[in-house]
């Protein structure tokens, strides 16, 4: 026996060395999250934020955000990016983005939050990465940035005053 034959997954392939959060490639984003490794520490922040979110349905407020912090490597970008498909659950291979995180997270709590939150709060997740972003100019705002991405994911048009 050779020791890739101990790996579940092809260990020849390419691995991103960093999370594209704007990665629309299907079968990449199923890979990703089939993949994803969700500790005890990870579920738990997830749970909590799906809880937080779940919560809006009967009692919506206005302050509602999420800060993902920690130091450069820690998993920042495949949080956001995974919490953000999972809410929308988008369509990644035929599959429900939400409906895989839920199975990496093998927790009830999880699925049955998931689930409600897919019935009752549709949800557009507009997922990007600030530093990278073309239309970003020096001196923007971060709400003007997120705007304008905004509009743009909507397909609406680049020139501001049109799109309005």
Known sequence: M???ELFRHDIDRRIEEVIKVDQTD??????????????DS???????VLEAYNTMRTMPGE???????GFFGSGKSSFAKNLGLALENRS????GAGDLLATQMSDPRATT??????EHIPTKAVIFDVSS???VHPGQSLTDITYRVILRELGYSRDRDLAE
């Not at 299907?26 to 500790?39: C, F, G």
């Not at 990644?92 to 599959?95: A, E």
């Open 113 to 118: 939050l998931l689930k409600l939150i897919h």
């Open 26 to 39: 299907e079968a990449a984003l199923r890979r990703e999250l089939e993949e994803y490794i969700v500790t």
């Open 2 to 4: 050779q020791i890739r």
């Open 63 to 69: 302050g509602t955000a999420v800060w993902v912090s």
């Open 92 to 95: 990644v291979g035929g599959q």
């Open 42 to 48: 990870i579920r738990g922040h997830y749970i909590e």
């Open 133 to 135: 972003d073309r239309g």
